[in-house]
């Protein structure tokens, strides 16, 4: 098992860079948490308030290291770079969705609302958050919300190949998302009013974009790489055998050869 650190800090930076749609997703469910605390108890609210996180974001690092299994098991057949595609072009969407230029990925949203089905009523039975179980439980549920943003991660995680480096991904995008949500439970109104600015949100997005077209970039250094790794030990192999092989034929040449002196000898004796 190895750790990729330029993929754990290219997570944590998509996770940032993605403020504007963290806030737009959880924003609400953040101020609720807040007005679940009155206001004077502001060492509990920020406990509730953590404790939501941490178990949010634990409950990311769990679909990572899930789907991560099956991925592993993916990219032992050869289809990493198959994976580092769809999550280049995942996370393109993503930039395109945050900066409204296209709003395609909502598609994709709305295919993992299937789940959420199910998964939303457990969440409004702990409501309201007045303790840390209530805050801990409703982020481990809330982490499976529908989200093109976690989506796009999450192809990007698993695309690492190995069960464990993608659950680490997805705790290194989670808390990179965590500032932007955590302080939206305190400072909402002036966090939202910051993140409307059109330019910066085009900002967030065009980095996205590109962290999707390096993504893309680097599955074809993996593709390359993987080719060079497969041709090598054949190259190897054939110079180890070519010797080997000169060497029976000398030894044919020399036995035919011996063979041919003593057939003479023997004639000239007769």
């Not at 989200?147 to 698993?158: E, H, N, W």
């Not at 680097?218 to 000169?246: D, F, Y």
Request: with cysteine; hydrophobic share 50%; proline share 3%.
């Amino acid at each position: 098992m190895t750790f990729d650190f330029t993929s754990i800090s290219a997570a944590f930076f998509l996770g940032l860079f993605s403020s504007a749609h963290c806030v737009g997703m959880c924003g609400g469910i953040m101020g609720a948490l807040s007005m679940a605390v009155p206001a004077e108890a502001k060492r509990k609210r920020w406990l509730i308030l953590m404790a939501y996180n941490l178990a949010r974001i634990t409950s990311y690092g769990l679909i990572g290291l899930l789907l991560g299994r099956f991925a592993q098991e993916l990219t032992a057949w050869g289809g990493q770079t198959i994976l580092r595609c769809l999550a280049g072009l995942l996370l393109i969407a993503m930039g395109l969705y945050l900066a409204n230029w296209w709003r395609g990925l909502i598609y994709l949203e709305n295919a993992g609302r299937f789940l959420w089905v199910y998964l939303q009523p457990l969440g409004k039975k702990v409501m309201p958050v007045n303790s840390l179980s209530k805050a801990l439980a409703l982020g481990i549920i809330w982490g499976w919300l529908p989200c093109g943003l976690v989506y796009s991660a999450l192809m990007f995680a698993i695309a690492q190949g190995e069960a464990i480096t993608s659950s680490i991904v997805m705790l290194g995008f989670g808390v990179g998302t965590l500032p932007a949500v955590l302080l939206s439970g305190v400072f909402a109104q002036t966090l939202s009013s910051w993140l409307q600015i059109k330019q910066l949100r085009w900002l967030f997005a065009l980095a996205i974009i590109l962290f999707g077209l390096w993504t893309i970039w680097g599955s074809g250094m993996h593709s390359h790489s993987a080719h060079g790794a497969h041709q090598h030990p054949l190259s190897h192999q054939a110079a180890e055998e070519m010797p080997e092989e000169q060497s029976g034929k000398e030894h044919d040449a020399h036995h035919a050869h011996k063979h041919h002196q003593d057939s003479g000898s023997h004639e000239s004796h007769h």
